[in-house]
């Protein structure tokens, strides 16, 4: 009688097993848990794009200081050129020579503005994009942010429903033989989580498959009873 009643706490066990191995799988595979993947892995690539777009913004801003440099010293120069050029009194050959100076350096001027204007302008279509991808970085991690309180609050009640489980694993644990409950969990490990099964009308509940009468006599003789089939421990109805 003892060992039918250790038989029955194993069920029970068994049962609490099962709604526990449940949860863990619950818990493992929450629907949300790949959006949170989708959603982390293009935030991820969001910022890495804004990294990129700062730091060619911060080239342009110094190429554009430069260029603006090189202008100034430019014109100043062309300037005073032009001025020694009006004020007369060169000879020949050296007006000649400081005109042709002159008109190089208002070449350079206006390719040099050129260069400013491209400048500006990949700097404005630079900074609306950055815009934009900045607004699509916050929307991005709002919805992490959303995914990631759905994640929390479905863990936190299955963790609640382990804790309450535990806790009654815990109570029928004290009820049965350790070197049962080792063989228990061995052939959980092998059978799908599922170590003992009611034997019913001749049926197996872990394989389904069918003693026959002769068997069924061979499998209470021992203890636990075992099924010929699966090797899972049976409780006779
Ligand atoms: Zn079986």
Redesign the pocket.
């Known amino acids: 009688m003892e060992d039918i009643r250790s038989l029955e706490d194993l069920l029970d066990l068994q049962v609490i097993d099962s709604d526990l191995d449940r949860l863990f799988e619950r818990r493992a595979g929450l629907p949300e848990l790949e959006a949170y993947r989708v959603a982390h892995e293009e935030l991820s690539g969001i910022e890495q794009q804004l990294s990129e777009m700062t730091e060619r913004l911060r080239e342009i801003y110094l190429a554009s200081d430069k260029s603006d440099g090189e202008l100034k010293i430019e014109e100043d120069k062309a300037h005073r050129e032009e001025q020694r050029l009006y004020a007369g009194g060169l000879s020949a050959r050296d007006s000649e020579y400081l005109r042709a100076e002159v008109e190089m350096l208002r070449r350079q001027i206006s390719q040099r503005e050129d260069q400013s204007l491209a400048l500006m302008e990949e700097e404005e279509q630079l900074d609306a994009a950055r815009a934009e991808r900045e607004k699509e970085r916050d929307a991005v991690a709002a919805e992490k942010g959303r995914i990631e309180e759905v994640v929390a609050a479905s863990w936190q009640q299955i963790d609640d429903e382990v804790a309450r489980l535990e806790v009654r694993k815990a109570e029928v644990v004290r009820l049965i033989d350790t070197d049962l409950i080792e063989l228990y969990e061995q052939i959980r490990s092998s059978q799908e989580g599922v170590g003992i099964?009611r034997l019913g009308e001749g049926v197996?509940g872990?394989?389904?498959?069918t003693l026959s009468a002769a068997e069924q006599v061979q499998a209470v003789k021992t203890f636990p009873p075992r099924?010929i089939?699966?090797?899972?421990i049976?409780a006779p109805q």
């Not at 872990?206 to 498959?209: A, I, N, Q, T, Y």
């Open positions: 099964a197996c872990g394989c389904h498959l099924c089939h699966c090797r899972r049976l």
